[in-house]
């Protein structure tokens, strides 16, 4: 178990709407980042936070936002879905975030598939 | 654009064989290269990873080589067990980059 938490599971939706994903980082892990895994694409850098603040981004669309909250859980909201955004959605965490070589802890993923 | 190019897409060994999973990259920047091992339903986990000054790291059955040069480093299982069936991802990390995942190489070890 990585100590990182992603709700729900699953989350089966049409096109059009909005879902926000959830995720809580391993118990002092100040960066959270997401990723999206897709067949053809492998995973794919969305967005990084640390301690609440943007710290980088990545191939994240307009149509996906994310946050990081004061307790330090990140929601990711994808809106005016699309079929292509059926995929897995990765949270991860790390301790500080530095941008080399530190060790990410992924959670087991949102499955998300729009129909 | 794919900077890290991971292949084969999927490997079958048998038990005891060695599996070798290759990826290549382009920005001389990267300076960290980790490999990461993803089980079914689970997230990645970080297996072992390798910065450029040495060419080889080794941790139990997992060896990494890796090429400056060429700009290339490969992930080798000796004795290769059926438990370690899982999709293997190669990345990079360097400069202003986060990290970067190959496309994945799902491995099958046959008993």
């Known amino acids: 178990d990585s100590g990182v938490t992603q709700t729900p599971k699953h989350l089966i939706t049409a096109t059009g709407q909005r879902v926000t994903l959830r995720c809580s980082p391993r118990s002092g892990d100040l960066s959270v980042y997401w990723y999206q895994q897709s067949l053809d694409q492998g995973l794919q850098f969305l967005i990084q936070y640390y301690n609440g603040e943007e710290r980088a981004k990545g191939n994240i669309l307009e149509r996906f936002s994310a946050q990081q909250f004061p307790d330090l859980h990140s929601e990711l909201n994808l809106s005016s879905l699309e079929l292509g955004d059926s995929a897995l959605y990765f949270c991860?965490?790390?301790?500080?975030?530095?941008?080399?070589?530190?060790?990410?802890?992924f959670g087991s993923g949102t499955q998300l598939s729009v129909l | 654009q794919q900077q890290v190019k991971q292949s084969p897409q999927s490997l079958i060994v048998q038990k005891g064989g060695i599996s070798i999973i290759n990826c290549a990259y382009e920005n001389t920047a990267f300076d960290y290269f980790p490999w990461y091992q993803q089980f079914p339903g689970k997230g990645p986990a970080l297996l072992i990873a390798?910065?450029?000054?040495?060419s080889e790291k080794k941790e139990g059955r997992f060896t990494i080589s890796f090429n400056k040069s060429a700009k290339q480093f490969s992930l080798h299982i000796m004795d290769s067990q059926p438990g370690d069936s899982a999709t293997y991802f190669c990345a990079a990390q360097g400069g202003s980059e986060k990290l970067v995942f190959g496309k994945g190489t799902k491995l099958t070890v046959n008993p």
């Open positions: 991860a965490s790390s301790p500080l975030g530095r941008a080399w070589g530190e060790k990410l802890f």
């Open positions: 390798i910065r450029p000054d040495v």
